[in-house]
């Protein structure tokens, strides 16, 4: 490659080109601060961005060797681009997503006399999210690997999101001694302490004065969502959000006034 200067003709050594990545790009623009306006709204650069982990954490502990570097954020839990054919409910998957169903069995709700609509388990959407944070299956269990992709050379030990002190466990290393805690991340199959899902908006039918209508058929103007009119883990957090503390969808003081009138 060449560049004239002043009619002088310099030579430059041509040099060799390196392959770009999204989540490299996100890492970049963690380093200097820009992913929140660069990347807002985005996966990539957040805690859901699994192939970025090592680049943002500044070690080479994650992907690869806790769980498998399948090259691309998006495929542990959305189906492989290149095969728009593939059909996970075949499988065993929780269908349109790339993840295993869990025991759904194996949960137990929050309950309450006060509960206008009861359920007896989790609605697909949500054991979307339960499937890495219930702690009961490794992270990249995915039900399709992305082409290309080559079992032989997998060497990482598929840890769980779980708080166990055991080796097929996060939380042998993450118990805020050896490094920070996975506790807030595991949330177990014990559900009754969380806030409740999967029951239908107790304001859809102006009946209890104590929830606000929503402002469309998708939930409220300020982002909070509803999923065939319930209340899901994707209401109230939004994982491709790296702007807001937990990946709420709006502030803490006014998430849950967004419903509750009290």
Same mark, same amino acid.
């Not at 032989?152 to 920070?180: E, F, I, P, Q, T």
């Not at 883990?233 to 491709?240: I, M, S």
């Given at each position: 490659?060449?560049?004239?200067?002043?009619?002088? @003709?310099?030579?430059?050594?041509?040099?060799?080109?390196?392959?770009?990545?999204?989540?490299?790009?996100?890492?970049?623009?963690?380093?200097?601060?820009?992913?929140? &306006?660069?990347?807002?709204?985005?996966?990539?650069? @957040?805690? $859901?961005?699994?192939?970025?982990? %090592?680049?943002?954490?500044?070690?080479?502990?994650?992907?690869?060797?806790?769980?498998?570097?399948?090259?691309?954020?998006?495929?542990?839990?959305?189906?492989?681009?290149?095969?728009?054919?593939?059909?996970?409910?075949? &499988?065993?998957?929780?269908?349109?997503? &790339?993840?295993?169903?869990?025991?759904?069995?194996? +949960?137990?709700? +929050?309950?309450?006399?006060?509960?206008? %609509?009861?359920?007896?388990?989790?609605?697909?959407?949500?054991?979307?999210?339960?499937?890495?944070?219930?702690? @009961?299956?490794?992270?990249?269990?995915?039900?399709?690997?992305?082409?290309?992709?080559?079992?032989?050379?997998?060497?990482?030990?598929?840890?769980?999101? %779980?708080?166990?002190?055991?080796?097929?466990?996060?939380?042998?290393? $993450?118990?805020?001694?050896?490094?920070?805690?996975?506790?807030?991340?595991?949330?177990?199959?014990?559900?009754? %302490?969380?806030?409740?899902?999967?029951?239908? +908006?107790?304001?859809? @039918?102006?009946?209890?004065?104590?929830?606000?209508?929503?402002?469309? $058929?998708?939930?409220?103007?300020?982002?909070?969502?509803?999923?065939?009119?319930?209340?899901?883990?994707?209401?109230?957090? &939004?994982?491709?959000?790296?702007?807001?503390?937990?990946?709420?969808?709006?502030?803490?003081?006014?998430?849950?006034?967004?419903?509750?009138?009290?």
């Amino acid at each position: 490659m060449t560049t004239r200067i002043n009619n002088n @003709t310099l030579a430059i050594k041509p040099r060799r080109r390196r392959a770009v990545t999204l989540a490299g790009v996100a890492a970049l623009l963690v380093g200097f601060g820009l992913v929140a &306006n660069a990347l807002a709204g985005t996966l990539l650069g @957040t805690k $859901h961005d699994f192939t970025g982990l %090592n680049q943002r954490a500044g070690v080479v502990a994650m992907p690869g060797l806790a769980f498998s570097d399948f090259g691309t954020s998006c495929v542990y839990c959305h189906l492989p681009p290149e095969r728009p054919e593939l059909d996970s409910a075949d &499988n065993g998957g929780n269908p349109g997503w &790339n993840r295993f169903i869990p025991a759904q069995g194996a +949960y137990d709700l +929050y309950d309450s006399r006060t509960l206008d %609509n009861k359920v007896r388990a989790p609605s697909p959407i949500s054991l979307l999210c339960l499937s890495c944070h219930d702690g @009961t299956m490794g992270v990249d269990m995915t039900v399709f690997k992305p082409d290309g992709w080559e079992s032989s050379k997998d060497a990482a030990m598929h840890l769980r999101l %779980n708080g166990g002190d055991d080796l097929m466990s996060c939380g042998k290393c $993450h118990n805020g001694r050896v490094a920070h805690s996975i506790a807030i991340k595991h949330i177990g199959t014990d559900l009754t %302490n969380d806030h409740p899902f999967s029951m239908t +908006y107790a304001g859809l @039918t102006d009946k209890d004065q104590d929830f606000r209508t929503p402002d469309g $058929h998708y939930g409220f103007d300020n982002g909070i969502k509803l999923y065939d009119g319930k209340v899901e883990c994707a209401t109230c957090h &939004n994982v491709h959000d790296p702007d807001i503390t937990l990946l709420l969808r709006d502030r803490a003081d006014r998430l849950c006034e967004t419903c509750h009138i009290k």
